[in-house]
């Protein structure tokens, strides 16, 4: 195998308790690595009929030839798998220092198939695969399982694993790393515990082979100067999201939909991410090769010790009126050590906290919780219930489509206001949505066409910055302008459209999304991190990658030969899915969020989706793609344009897909009511349906 890659991609059947191995040059110069190869790897192993926590599933592990090497960020994993959530494509990406020490190990991939007897995790040490048994280490805590493999194997191995969400496999369990990083989305963890694995642990003392150590090695400094140089470096290096989460609430950005509408301005005052970081924060800690480290380590005497970023601060705490930030850490800290996803279990509560408000639920159907806004003591007896898959804890581990379901088979068709229950859940193909607004035009379009069915990955980030400049603390009105003005012109130059920076416009977006989706399949092909690219305002362009890959492999790859492959990888994801299901329709946010503007905060009243213009979005966006704008499969001439003529024969009209599926759990019957109309034209109850 040529320089920067381990050379083998480990199978482990654990059915036949057998490891086999393929070279993974069979994959690499087509797809690179990472998410690339991993979704040629799943399209090769699952089908329509597969069930996500059946047999027939696999769970693909995947590093990139920047994995383990000085390039900074070099230790991302991608995992990917036929997902539970939605039975599309399930996805995430886990940091920490296991994807470099599989590479020291000498792979550069894990896929997981079959279903193990018992309880076991999957020993790698260099070359030797070992299935140990874990039936002693089911039940653990990640945070007790990881200190009990390290007692067995030894300090220096590094691991990720299910916590007992995942065993007992909750539809949004994740996948925990070493530090306290998680591979949340999609209920990957769930897929993990279906096969009875409880953990991966590795340990390797193999280097990452150079064609031009002295050129990566410059190509690498280049690329962390350049990421130190960043605008936003300095204050994620320092203080972390804490400021910048704070401005996404005081946007209106934050708490999507219309749960918090009615709740005064002076509440979001309440919630102070900067205190708490500055009396409970003892460092900082990320990945492996990280000049940004963007996470806080915490301790707070009595709870325990945890770890923030990001999502983490708003997702417990504002989004279901939580102000107590102890109870927020522990909710966290639970989360983390119970192996669940704090994004889902926030959007969940919120979801059902609305219906509670809105008279839909009550302590009947919830078995006796009590879930008004806010009230801790049924946030947390229902949170222990979900871990624990108990009573109605177990119906919602089973996700938002099997909730409404349960819902609505107990609860009159008035009470529900003429609908579905589903009717109010904030999620994409069954996926509950970050808390981000999708009333802000070029969100909507990155939730409804994103690959895993919420992905604000696919978003530019330059809508974000733009409605959050006028609000973002401590910054002054100066500097607001200038940077404001600097992201519209950003905006203008990606698009290559005048006024693609206007938040109440439509102009550009479908190209910025397109943009980023491109972007961010490089750092998940390469085994890197996308919070270094444009995402998340930071420099790292193609270039860097292209400059890298020359000097590691020794041969010349230019940056247009790395666009194209990220091309090519959304369009294989993209054939799965719609394998799977998927088409022009499922690609789509709540019905209800069409046509109603941003319900609080600095953008309250100014923008909101229409339902026409994010269709035109989407034509704009697939015409980009090489999708058929009907029904958003990729064409015969785009799959021949990527190299990829085996999948052609999977097209329908070429004797492909077959029977098709509903997308997500349930049947079509039981969609909820999406036409909305009723709700529109005033609706039935009026005091609360007034903003509903
Ligand atoms: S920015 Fe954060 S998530 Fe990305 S590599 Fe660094 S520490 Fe990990």
Aim: net charge negative; charged share 25%; aromatic share 8%.
């Amino acid at each position: 195998m040529s320089y920067l890659y381990g050379g083998k991609i480990l199978r482990v059947n654990l059915s036949r308790r057998e490891a086999r191995f393929v070279p993974t040059d069979r994959y690499a110069s087509k797809y690179i690595g990472g998410r690339g190869t991993n979704a040629r790897i799943l399209y090769e192993s699952v089908d329509v009929d597969t069930d996500p926590l059946g047999l027939e599933n696999v769970v693909c592990f995947g590093t990139g030839p920047l994995s383990g090497t000085t390039f900074p960020g070099c230790s991302r994993t991608d995992v990917m798998c036929k997902s539970p959530v939605t039975n599309l494509i399930g996805n995430a990406s886990v940091g920490g220092d296991w994807s470099a020490e599989l590479k020291y190990a000498g792979w550069d991939h894990v896929v997981l198939e079959g279903k193990a007897e018992h309880p076991v995790y999957v020993d790698i040490h260099n070359d030797a695969v070992q299935i140990r048994d874990a039936r002693a280490l089911w039940g653990l805590t990640t945070y007790e399982a990881h200190e009990a493999i390290r007692n067995e194997l030894g300090p220096d191995v590094k691991i990720i694993g299910i916590g007992p969400a995942g065993e007992r496999m909750v539809t949004f369990a994740t996948i925990h790393s070493n530090i306290g990083n998680s591979a949340s989305r999609t209920g990957v963890g769930a897929v993990m515990g279906s096969k009875n694995v409880k953990a991966i642990a590795v340990r390797g003392t193999q280097g990452v082979g150079i064609a031009d150590p002295k050129a990566f090695l410059e190509a690498s400094l280049r690329a962390h100067n350049t990421i130190r140089a960043s605008k936003y470096y300095e204050e994620f290096h320092t203080i972390g999201l804490t400021l910048y989460e704070k401005a996404c609430i005081l946007s209106g950005l934050e708490g999507g939909g219309d749960g918090h509408a009615n709740v005064p301005p002076s509440f979001d005052e309440r919630f102070d991410y900067y205190s708490m970081f500055e009396k409970h924060c003892y460092k900082r800690t990320g990945c492996t090769g990280c000049p940004v480290h963007c996470m806080e380590a915490y301790h707070v005497g009595g709870l325990g010790s945890t770890v923030m970023s990001c999502e983490l601060y708003p997702q417990l705490s504002y989004e279901i009126r939580n102000a107590d930030p102890y109870f927020h850490y522990w909710l966290v800290m639970t989360c983390q050590k119970m192996g669940i996803d704090s994004v889902s279990t926030a959007t969940i509560f919120q979801w059902l906290m609305e219906l509670w408000e809105l008279g839909i639920i009550d302590s009947t159907i919830t078995g006796g919780i009590n879930l008004e806004w806010g009230n801790k003591d049924g946030v947390k007896e229902l949170f222990l219930r979900i871990i624990g898959s108990d009573g109605i804890g177990a119906v919602v581990a089973k996700g938002m489509k099997e909730t409404a379901d349960y819902i609505d088979a107990r609860v009159p068709l008035d009470r529900r206001y003429d609908k579905s229950s589903y009717w109010w859940a904030m999620q994409v193909n069954n996926n509950p949505m970050y808390g981000v607004n999708p009333r802000m035009h070029g969100m909507a379009l990155a939730y409804a066409v994103g690959r895993r069915s919420d992905c604000i990955q696919d978003l530019d980030m330059v809508e974000v910055d733009i409605a959050n400049f006028p609000v973002y603390p401590e910054m002054s009105e100066d500097e607001k302008k200038r940077l404001t003005d600097e992201e519209k012109a950003l905006a203008e130059r990606v698009s290559g459209k005048i006024g693609a920076g206007d938040l109440d416009g439509y102009q550009g977006k479908a190209e910025m999304t397109h943009d980023q989706g491109i972007t961010t399949g490089l750092p998940d092909m390469m085994g890197t991190c996308k919070w270094h690219t444009k995402w998340l305002f930071m420099d790292i362009e193609p270039e860097n990658y292209a400059e890298a890959l020359s000097a590691g492999t020794g041969r010349e790859v230019g940056v247009q030969e790395l666009i194209t492959a990220s091309l090519r990888l959304r369009n294989v994801e993209r054939v799965l899915e719609c394998k799977m299901g998927r088409r022009r329709e499922n690609d789509t946010i709540p019905e209800k969020e069409f046509g109603r503007p941003v319900a609080r905060g600095f953008w309250k009243g100014k923008i909101g989706t229409d339902r026409k213009e994010f269709e035109r979005m989407k034509d704009e966006y697939y015409a980009l793609r090489g999708w058929d704008a009907k029904t958003g499969i990729p064409t015969v001439e785009t799959l021949l344009q990527y190299g990829l003529d085996d999948m052609v024969e999977d097209l329908p009209g070429r004797g492909g897909f077959g029977e098709r599926r509903p997308v997500s759990e349930g049947d079509d019957a039981k969609l909820p009511d999406l036409d909305g109309k009723k709700e529109r034209d005033g609706g039935s109850r009026e005091t609360k349906t007034a903003t509903r």
